[in-house]
């Protein structure tokens, strides 16, 4: 074990926070002073120090319980990272990603599957929204994404349901790269029905990260904090859709905080589902995305000449030639479509799919033209409905 190892270890107990961790380091001097003094009796002193000084204990007694088992044995929280095939990212590291040095607390540990240097590319992009989104909502996502992708840009949202599995989806159908902040560790890395999506975000150049310790479950209060992560890590916000109370809202308050530019579909007034993205407009300095050339204005991305279009938009028009051009899943929603219209749930089930890889399939069919919204419903369109 070395410095760096003791400080992955230390980090990697749960209730050793961003105020915590610090704490320890002032206090012992490092971290492998610390799992010395919590093995030698040291840190028992400090506690109670502590507790007297502030009228409350510096740390709950599970975190304590918790940090003795790490101190006794640091190497079994490195063979938990190891075993999953991750790398991990120190704040002292000189690679670890410079944008999330600009939080007034920066996760002291970035552990992640995939490609580390995606982190540290140019043009990063958060788009985030609800977990509920609407028809329209999906396909504006599947726009933006798309443009996004042209200007070699690189996608960062948190892979949960909603918006942001539908911006991770567009973006890898549009062939381009994307990074997934996840709430929890890696063995808990969200919902089961996007394991295919992660498995292509890694396979695609992409990554998926966490600062929480593989073994770490996820909480209410883990994700504010990844929020907080994806806001940092991006050059620029983009809020599609949010209700009142929605995560993106709290992801937006922090790119806001970090002067990161925020634009918000602005949407129709009194809908439900930008209730949250209004009173972004109204209260805060986040600015309307009015256009995806506006958008793309704004960035000042322009000098990016466009991506090849790899037969993605040109013109197909015949039913067999564009279910040829499809994916598997893809084609079974595409074949239910051209049937009559269906909504989310009976395309789940009458197709036998799963509902995050048919919102995702129906994404894609929205992006291309293939498909369209009709209230709750989609419908064929384009050669589908020749």
């Known amino acids: 074990m070395n410095a760096r190892d003791d400080w992955i270890a230390l980090a990697s107990v749960e209730g050793v926070g961003e105020e915590t961790f610090p704490a320890l380091l002032a206090a012992f001097g490092g971290p492998t002073q ?3 003094a919590v093995r ?18 510096p740390m709950v007694k599970d975190a304590v319980a918790k940090l003795r088992v790490a101190a006794a044995n640091p190497t079994e929280r490195l063979d938990a990272i190891a075993a999953l095939g991750l790398w991990t990212y120190t704040s002292t590291d000189a690679d670890y990603p410079a ?54 840009a690189t996608v960062v949202s948190g892979l949960a349901v909603g918006i942001d599995g539908a911006a ?33 975000v890694v396979a695609n150049g992409g990554a998926i990260i966490s600062e929480h310790h593989p073994d770490s479950k996820p909480s209410l209060g883990t994700f504010p904090r990844r ?15 949010a209700p009142q109370r929605s995560g993106a809202l709290n992801t937006a308050t922090h790119a806001l905080g970090l002067s990161r530019p925020v634009f918000v579909a602005p949407g129709r007034v009194g ?31 322009f000098d990016q000449p466009a991506a090849p279009t790899d037969g993605v938009t ?15 899943t893809e084609r079974m929603v595409a074949r239910r479509l051209m049937q009559g219209p269906a909504g989310l749930d009976l395309l789940v089930a009458e197709t036998g799919l799963g509902p995050a890889v048919v919102s995702s399939a129906v994404t894609l069919l929205l992006m291309r033209g293939w498909a ?3 209230g709750p419903a989609f419908v064929a369109a384009g050669p589908l409905a020749s």
């Open 34 to 36: 610390t799992l010395e």
């Open 40 to 57: 030698d009796g040291r840190f028992d002193v400090w506690f109670w120090e502590r507790r007297k000084l502030d009228g409350r204990v």
């Open 99 to 152: 944008q999330l040095r600009d939080l007034p607390n920066p996760p002291v540990v970035i552990h992640g599957l995939g490609e580390s240097a995606t982190l540290r590319g140019q043009r990063l992009i958060g788009v985030v929204g609800t977990r509920r989104p609407t028809p329209q909502g999906r396909a504006l996502t599947a726009q933006i994404c798309a443009r996004l992708v042209e200007c070699g």
């Open 168 to 200: 991770h989806a567009a973006t890898l159908e549009r062939g381009g790269t994307t990074i997934g902040v996840i709430g929890g560790g890696h063995k808990f890395p969200g919902p089961r029905a996007h394991q295919r999506l992660r498995d292509e």
């Open 227 to 241: 929020n907080r992560i994806i806001a940092a890590l991006a050059d620029a916000l983009i809020v599609v859709e």
């Open 271 to 301: 809908d439900w589902s930008v209730a949250g993205a209004l009173a972004l407009l109204r209260e805060t300095p986040a600015r309307p995305l009015v256009g995806l050339d506006e958008l793309i204005a704004d960035l000042d991305y």
């Open 314 to 328: 040109t013109a197909v028009h015949s039913r067999d030639a564009a279910l040829a051009m499809l994916g598997a």
């Open 372 to 374: 369209n919204a009709l």
